[in-house]
């Protein structure tokens, strides 16, 4: 598996409160990636990153910021965090970027609960 | 935007038997068609992915079909064995806009092989 952990694994908040979710990588991948999962939507785009301070926004990224200050590190910050936010996210890099086709690896999941 | 319909959202199967997992997109500029795979509670990982200029891919087990004229493309698993189950997941890159490109995934199926 790719050196990508994901921190916390688990988190209960509440509504209104600010969360971050942390993802670290030791592969020097260029490319990283948050995705949310929810049942019946699959896999939904919701930020990424091609390189240090260089980010854009994907399909759902409503609510959410990032920052990449060192090539390792991807965080995913909800800055007022909502029930729809509930969801496992899931961090992902890759080599190469998507316009070449590089293969995604995925970190393991935060799974976030929202009350 | 692209869109990625699946189907079907669970399948069960005998062991031994073949599954059959389509997908259809919706932008004639996808050209690059990824499969992952996600056992229960873990993470994601590519199984087999096709580009535009290729009609099939097999590795041992499993093939991918893609068929440009009608927007879609398959997974095929022959002799599927209980550690196929899984949820599988199709995808398509396509241009988003803004100098982007996304893979947008599709909802999934659920494949359970009976033994």
């Known amino acids: 598996d790719a050196g990508i952990t994901q921190s916390p694994r688990h988190k209960v908040t509440e509504t209104g409160t600010p969360v971050t979710l942390r993802c670290h990588q030791t592969e020097n991948h260029r490319y990283m990636y948050w995705y949310r999962q929810d049942p019946g939507h699959g896999l939904r785009l919701i930020h990424y990153?091609?390189?240090?301070?260089?980010?854009d926004k994907g399909e759902v990224s409503d609510g959410y910021s990032v920052s990449r200050s060192k090539t390792e590190d991807f965080l995913l910050t909800l800055e007022s965090a909502t029930s729809s936010q509930t969801s496992v996210y899931f961090c992902?890099?890759?080599?190469?970027?998507?316009?070449?086709?590089?293969?995604?690896?995925f970190g393991e999941g935060s799974r976030l609960t929202v009350l | 935007g692209e869109n990625v319909e699946q189907h079907p959202s669970t399948l069960s199967v005998q062991e031994g038997d073949s599954a059959v997992i389509k997908c259809t997109y919706s932008d004639s500029a996808s050209n690059y068609f990824p499969w992952y795979k996600q056992e229960l509670g873990k993470r994601p990982q590519l199984i087999i992915d096709?580009?535009?200029?290729?009609g099939e891919k097999k590795d041992q087990r499993i093939a991918v079909t893609l068929n440009k004229t009608a927007k879609h493309f398959s997974l095929h698993i022959t002799e599927t064995q209980p550690e196929d189950s899984a949820v599988y997941f199709c995808?398509?890159?396509?241009?988003?806009?803004?100098?982007?490109?996304?893979?947008?995934f599709g909802k999934g199926t659920k494949l359970s092989v009976i033994p």
């Open positions: 990153s091609y390189g240090v301070k260089d980010t």
């Open positions: 096709i580009r535009s200029n290729v």
């Open positions: 995808a398509a890159l396509a241009y988003s806009g803004a100098g982007s490109y996304q893979l947008t």
């Open positions: 992902a890099i890759s080599e190469q970027g998507i316009l070449n086709t590089g293969e995604l690896f």
